[in-house]
């Protein structure tokens, strides 16, 4: 078996996060926890490719949708709709003119438990919801309630990979495998060495 430290995750900093000023800030909270970045692209990427990205995993409408009335439900609030697919049908449209309104950052990040590590830290899907210290968190306020009423997507920064299988199969959907730079990073040596043994003279 492959070591965790050999984890990789995609993170695409949303055209809200660039036109906010945060791509620094986002970058940040990665690198500092320890991840190495493995590859990263500056572009406007087209809807076709926005659909794509989403419908990788066949469950994905399925679970989304779900997890929205969740949010109702969690909050003691009547779902404005039951069915999970439902929910789901108009999201597609509204993603795709959301992540294609302006440039976006595409990353890959790698380490130890690379793609639980970069959820945690980006938070859950509605800010309302993310925890304080999370980037959705901290930087934007937004809700169902009031992507609802608006007729729009969730802005909420970020997409991170949710699982080890979606990150296989959304990495070669943004950066052929040429793209993704291997090689060491001098604080690996830290986080992964057995013995610390190189460090006094
Ligand atoms: P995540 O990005 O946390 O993995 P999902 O994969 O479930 O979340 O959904 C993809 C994106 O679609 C979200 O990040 C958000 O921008 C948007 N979104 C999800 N559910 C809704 C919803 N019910 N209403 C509006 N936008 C949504
Ligand atoms: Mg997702």
């Given amino acids: ?3 965790p430290k050999h ?3 995609l993170v695409l900093i949303k055209p809200d996060a660039v036109q906010r000023s945060l791509i620094g800030e986002i970058i940040k909270r990665y690198e500092q926890v320890g991840l190495k970045l493995v590859a990263m692209k500056f572009l406007v990427p087209t809807e076709d490719h926005i659909e794509t990205h989403y419908t990788l995993d066949p469950a994905w409408r399925k679970v989304t949708g779900e997890k929205t009335i969740k949010g109702y439900v969690d909050k003691g609030l009547e779902p404005p709709e039951k069915d999970p697919h439902k929910v789901t049908e108009a999201l597609l449209t509204k993603l795709k003119k959301y992540m294609t309104s302006g440039p976006i950052i595409a990353m890959v ?3 130890a438990h690379a793609v639980a590590i970069v959820r945690k830290i980006t938070g859950s899907t509605e800010p309302l919801m993310s925890d304080v210290g999370t980037i959705r968190g901290d930087f934007v306020l937004d809700s169902y309630q009031m992507t609802d009423s608006d007729g729009r997507s969730i802005r909420n920064l970020v997409h991170a990979s949710g699982s080890v299988k979606e990150a296989e199969q959304e990495i070669p959907h943004w950066f052929s495998a040429k793209e993704l730079i291997e090689y060491r990073l001098v ?3 830290i986080l992964y060495d057995v013995n610390l043994d190189g460090i006094l003279e």
């Fill in 109 to 111: 990040w790698q380490g």
């Fill in 1 to 3: 078996m492959k070591h």
């Fill in 187 to 189: 604080q690996e040596q």
């Fill in 7 to 9: 984890e990789r995750t």
